[in-house]
């Protein structure tokens, strides 16, 4: 049903965007200025970089077509400056979990389009930025809760960054970051004109993470799964691998993709403590768990109960950096062997690690080098353009995490990313909105993961 749609949109896809694209790997990374105590910019390691996304939810607190940042002005200057000595783009992320609430509204109509256009040239501009980022979370499909949201989001999307790119010009750097879910379209479906967000955009973040999460999965699982072999209804049809495949078979080029990777980790308690095998068409998993209620201890990132910025009640939200697991004693320090009471295991169905600890029924779901390595060889076999990292205050001080990708886009012999295991089965299954048309727009829907990393936080 789709297939003529898709093909349609793969020759409209072709026509070339700004310059931005360098056909060189990209290794990216996100640094939040939310989180600057955590990192500050002196310390960020811009050597290991590509490109920097200066993560800041701004401009949607109001619906006004201004960009503002909250008073803290004062951490653009260290970042743009120190990034440009190093020869790092840096951009300019716009939106997120808690600033998509007026995306809609911004981008409406040529009026509102054109304004918010002009506006964020000029913000570029001032500060210096390389480009922007759009983190609209999410066009056709509701985020936090409270956003604006309209059946046509999705084309006055497309239609904004054709008017973002005549005004910016082909220089500016524009990328979008997107649900592993892909965007949807009036019907509720994939957008059908995926494909030709490519004319305009140099490259999209896939935000292949938060997959399985302590507030909102019924089990544990894997924060970014690389392929769903194993995965419970809940993450099955969402991976990084069948992201890919949804984008590119939407007639989106590879070569613009970037495959994003979690720097965090995602505690849980299980039910019992011994782990249970999960067998999925002959494959074994250890990494989906029955899970009990129990708040689990998490990192300095971790959130209370509260209320987001919508005014509605929120969960507690536990997580780790991934430096935290070495730093509290969890793993050693080259970040591959549990340690006080955990054992590190590497679930090749999804292609990421897990610790567990039997005695406390502590597990705890995250990225490491051997899964960074898995994705970015994932990355450079399929053609992509590389790999961003959410975020840079997760790695460690010798940038273990990001070393191991770029050893697998950047360095002359790959090293085996995670010797003695055959992660995946090679199969991917095919996405719902690929196979078989949703019969309902709610069938997509539940399988658009909710993406709010530290969002509720901000
Ligand atoms: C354009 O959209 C904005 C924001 O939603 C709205 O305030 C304005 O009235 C719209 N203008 C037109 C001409 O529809
Ligand atoms: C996990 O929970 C489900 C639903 O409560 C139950 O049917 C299943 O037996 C449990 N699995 C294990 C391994 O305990
Ligand atoms: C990592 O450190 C542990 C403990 O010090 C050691 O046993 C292991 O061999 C090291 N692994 C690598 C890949 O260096």
Known sequence: ???????????????????????????????????????????????EFTHIVRHWFVAESTPTY???????????????????????SVSLSIGGWTGSIYFSDLVANATGRAAYAKSIKKTLDKYGFSGADLDWEFPGSQGIGCNTIRPEDADNFLAFLKVLRDTVGPDTRLSAAVSVGGILGADGNLYQRTGDLAKY????????????????????GPVGQLYDTCATDEGSGVSGALAVKLWTDAGFPAKKLL???????????????????????????????NRTDEVPKGGVTSAGEGTDSCGNPTAAAPSWLF?????????????????????????????????????????????????????????RKNGLAGINMFDLTGDT???????????????????????????????????LATSTPPSSSSSRRAHVPRLFAFGRLF
């Open 1 to 47: 049903m789709l297939s003529s749609v898709v093909v349609a949109a793969a020759f409209a896809g072709i026509a070339s965007a700004g310059k931005g694209f360098t056909g060189k790997p990209v290794i990216a990374g996100y640094w939040p200025s939310y989180a600057a105590d955590l990192l500050q910019p002196k310390d960020i390691q811009f050597g």
């Open 66 to 88: 201004e960009l503002g940042f909250g008073g803290a002005e004062n951490l653009i200057a260290p970042v743009v400056s120190r990034a440009k000595k190093a020869g790092v």
């Open 201 to 220: 955009l140099d490259y999209v973040t896939i935000m292949a993470y938060d997959i399985y999460g302590y507030g909102w999965s019924a089990t544990t």
């Open 259 to 289: 495959l994003g990777m979690p720097a965090y980790a995602y505690p849980y308690k299980t039910a019992s403590s011994k782990l249970a095998q999960r067998k999925v068409n002959g494959k074994t998993s250890l990494a989906y768990q």
């Open 323 to 379: 430096k935290e697991l070495i730093s509290t004693g969890k793993l050693t320090s080259n970040g591959t062997v549990g340690k006080g009471g955990f054992t590190r295991y590497f679930d090749a169905c999804s292609g990421t690690p897990f610790l567990f600890n039997s005695k406390t029924r502590d597990f705890i779901a995250y990225d490491d080098p051997a899964s960074f390595g898995v994705k970015a060889q994932f990355a």
């Open 397 to 431: 001080k010798e940038s273990l995490l990001v070393n191991a990708a770029r050893a697998q886009l950047l360095g002359e012999s790959f090293p085996d990313p995670a010797p003695g295991i055959t992660v995946g089965d090679g199969t991917i299954n095919a996405p």
